[in-house]
Nanobody, 123 residues
């Protein structure tokens, strides 16, 4: 089982910055991708940013140039959010896709989600 723990949300004025973190733990064999999604009230969950194992990144058009996704070797993914806007207000979820287990015991695919962290941007 892979467990994700998010941190870094909060209340910020428009134009400010926040940094989200998501640490993945468990018997992780490899990670294919790490991503941040968000869901605003009465809206569908949407992809914000994604980073692959090779370091390629993808951003939604609404955050390009303002948000930056990155990861470290300890299986933590970050989302640096600059120039925040009120429309960025949402619950942000971390998602990690990969394989857990060992070569000896065998590996299996996982697709895990964090518990969500609230980001509120005031105008």
């Amino acid at each position: 089982q892979v467990h994700l723990v998010e941190s870094g949300g909060g209340l910020m004025q428009a134009g400010g910055s926040l940094r989200l973190s998501c640490g993945a733990s468990g018997n992780i064999f490899s990670i294919n991708s790490m991503a941040w999604y968000r869901q605003a009230p009465e809206k569908q969950r949407e992809l914000v940013a994604l980073i692959t194992s090779g370091g390629s990144t993808t951003y939604s058009d609404s955050v390009k140039g303002r948000f930056t996704i990155s990861r470290d070797i300890e299986n933590t993914v970050y989302l640096q959010m600059d120039s925040l806007k009120p429309e960025d207000t949402a619950v942000y979820y971390c998602n990690v896709v990969g394989y857990n287990g060992t070569r000896r015991a065998g590996v299996s695919a996982f697709d895990s989600w964090g518990q969500g962290t609230q980001v509120t941007v005031s105008s």
